[in-house]
């Protein structure tokens, strides 16, 4: 069952926050975090699990709610390099190698 | 260090045709994985192998489809008959570690256009 991410297309102004989602309908183990840039390869951003904490690195930073089967990628003051696409790649159960990729969010930082 | 290869980059062959895609992944990575990613769209999962055992190929959209890593590092992933339907990015990814917690490292992919 594939992901659910929200919003589709999100447009920010340079120094502006977002967030994107990722839902599920079913119980998940991990979520994994990914960017990818126009007519590049998706790129490693986070990986989060069920019962772990929340994750971040600069100013990029991931939750998961258990409860609602939902993870959460934060940008605070979004930079021009932000740009591209995210994806959000689930797992069921524990040592699941197989994801589950969202359709992905559409990020655009204008200057 | 090098990151994951694919060749060709791009592909196009007539309907019909068998083609052969090739992933070099990261040396040392144990875990290999095939995804088709459509244009707008999250990456597909096809298959995966680790070592040179395929895990799981619940993905592959029917019996053209196949892949192999014979010798655990370099896969190939064959499509026989190709159809237009089966035009698509097709991707890489190697991971170091066999569990499922580990990044995934894609490579750069193959642009097939089947005509």
């Known amino acids: 069952q594939q992901p659910v991410q929200s919003p589709q297309a999100v447009i920010l102004r340079e120094g502006e926050d977002a967030v994107i989602n990722c839902s599920s309908s079913?119980?998940?183990?991990?979520v994994h975090w990914y960017r990818q840039k126009h007519g590049e390869a998706p790129v490693f951003l986070m990986i989060l699990l069920k019962g772990g904490e929340q994750k971040g690195h600069d100013k990029i930073s991931a939750s998961f709610n258990e409860k609602k089967q939902q993870s959460s990628l934060y940008l605070t003051a979004s930079q021009l390099s932000y740009s591209g696409t995210y994806f959000c790649g689930t797992a069921l159960i524990q040592g699941a190698q197989k994801l589950v990729f969202g359709q992905g969010t559409r990020l655009t930082i204008n200057p | 260090g090098a990151g994951v290869s694919q060749s060709p980059r791009y592909k196009v062959t007539k309907r019909g045709q068998d083609v052969a895609l090739r992933c070099d992944p990261i040396s040392g990575h144990v875990s290999l994985y095939w995804y088709r990613q459509a244009l707008g769209q999250g990456p597909e999962f096809l298959t995966y192998f680790n070592y040179e055992a395929q895990q799981d190929k619940s993905g592959l959209p029917n019996d053209r489809f196949s892949a192999e890593r014979p010798e655990g590092s370099i896969s190939t992933l064959t499509i026989q008959r190709t159809e237009q339907r089966d035009s698509a990015m097709y991707r890489c990814?190697?991971?170091?570690?066999?569990?499922?917690?580990?990044?995934?490292?894609f490579g750069p992919g193959t642009r097939l256009t089947v005509t």
């Open positions: 990814a190697s991971s170091f570690l066999r569990a499922g917690v580990s990044e995934q490292y």
């Open positions: 079913k119980a998940l183990y991990s």
